[in-house]
């Protein structure tokens, strides 16, 4: 079978699992999904082909990205369009081949590993030459990416190991930011819609920052000092800004305990030897409302003074500072107050936000 007519095959099919998977999304979510978290076009199944999107002659740099890798991650992109996966989905794929491959056709890997995204052909993927062309690699990783329940919500580097079951599944999140970043120009260039590229998690005006249980309590007894709540989720899991605001400030904050001398962020903190929150961020938002995030484990991804979205990424979950594994600490202030007296409980004000602290989300 030729390459073109099993690309064909994989429309197909995919447009069944997207049809499928849109319809249960507008189930679930109680009809509160966005409706960027929808398919943008679904080929019906008698059809082979579908009108492409709008592409440059020869793409140019963008970023730290040449021509070459350029060209290869809008195929990725556009190909998704074309499948109507929703535009997370190209940014989870994007990111997927960034770690892969850097966004390089390679001819060979890590055993029989080929192409974009180091798929296997003794694991089924494909032949080699198949998994050289982009858009049939492509068409095959959106495949397995959309029988998973729930992906658009799964934090990216859970849903990539989902479908690559990779050595090193915590790699991918690094590249969640490049990715976005690299999607969003390409999607601009070529006429494509960029809601929803940040996932489905954040339908309303507050989002939880992460999805994973909660560990220390707000000034439980044990810990009358602790102004916030802990979420045990594990190193590299991104953390997400709870609602749209302005960056008031992101800082390493990592001394030690006994003489107050610098500790650094370079290294992971200690719960007797440290004291602070490591690298964090505080971020303004309406109404005299501060969100902080504690903790992370490599410098955030946002600047003092930026502006954010709701489930915009931040940073990564690390264990920096006053800190005895990877967590995320999380504080909610009030009056713009960013010292322990604006401090409330986080637990009861996001439940009230319809965001409730926890690992079932809403």
């Known amino acids: 079978m030729k390459i073109r007519s099993l690309v064909s095959l994989i429309i197909a099919v995919v447009a069944v699992f997207v049809l499928c998977a849109g319809g249960l999304g507008g189930l679930l979510g109680g009809g509160t999904a966005a409706g960027s978290c929808l398919p943008i076009y679904v080929p019906s199944a008698s059809s082979t082909t579908a ?24 195929a990725i992109v556009t190909t998704g369009a074309q499948l109507g996966v929703p535009a997370r989905g190209w940014v989870i794929a994007v990111a997927t081949a960034m770690q892969e491959s850097t966004l390089r056709n390679l001819p060979g890997g890590d055993r029989d590993s080929v192409g974009l995204f180091q798929q296997r052909p003794s694991q ?35 849903a990539a190991q989902a479908v690559q079951i990779s050595a090193y599944p915590d790699a991918y999140a690094k590249w969640e930011s490049p990715a976005t970043e690299l999607v969003t120009a390409i999607a601009e260039t070529a006429g494509l819609p960029t809601g929803g590229l940040a996932g489905c998690g954040a339908v309303g005006p507050w989002t939880q920052p992460v999805l994973a249980p909660v560990g220390s309590g707000f000034r439980s007894s044990d810990r009358p000092g602790h102004d916030g709540v802990d979420l045990s989720a594990p190193r590299g899991t991104v953390i997400r800004a709870a609602s749209a605001g302005t960056v008031r400030t992101v800082r390493c904050d990592a001394a030690h305990a006994s003489t107050g001398a610098p500790w650094g962020c370079d290294r992971d903190g200690d719960p007797v030897l440290t004291r602070g929150c490591g690298w964090y961020v505080d971020i303004d938002h309406a109404g005299g409302l501060l969100t902080r995030y504690c903790h992370m484990d490599q410098p955030p991804l946002v600047t003092v003074g930026q502006q954010v979205a709701v489930g915009q990424p931040l940073g990564v979950v690390g264990s920096t500072g006053h800190s005895s594994g990877p967590h995320l600490h999380f504080e909610v202030h009030v009056s713009g107050d960013a010292s322990e007296a604006g401090a409330i409980d986080p637990m009861p004000f996001m439940a009230a936000q319809d965001a409730p602290l926890g690992t079932t989300g809403r």
């Open 51 to 74: 009108s492409p999107p709008r592409m440059p002659g020869v793409w140019p740099a963008i970023g730290e990205w040449d021509g070459e890798q350029v060209t290869n991650a809008a």
């Open 124 to 158: 089924g993927w494909g032949t080699p030459a198949q998994l050289q062309d982009p858009v049939y690699a492509a068409g095959r990783f959106y495949a397995k990416l959309l029988t998973l329940r729930g992906w658009q919500t799964m934090p990216l580097a859970e």
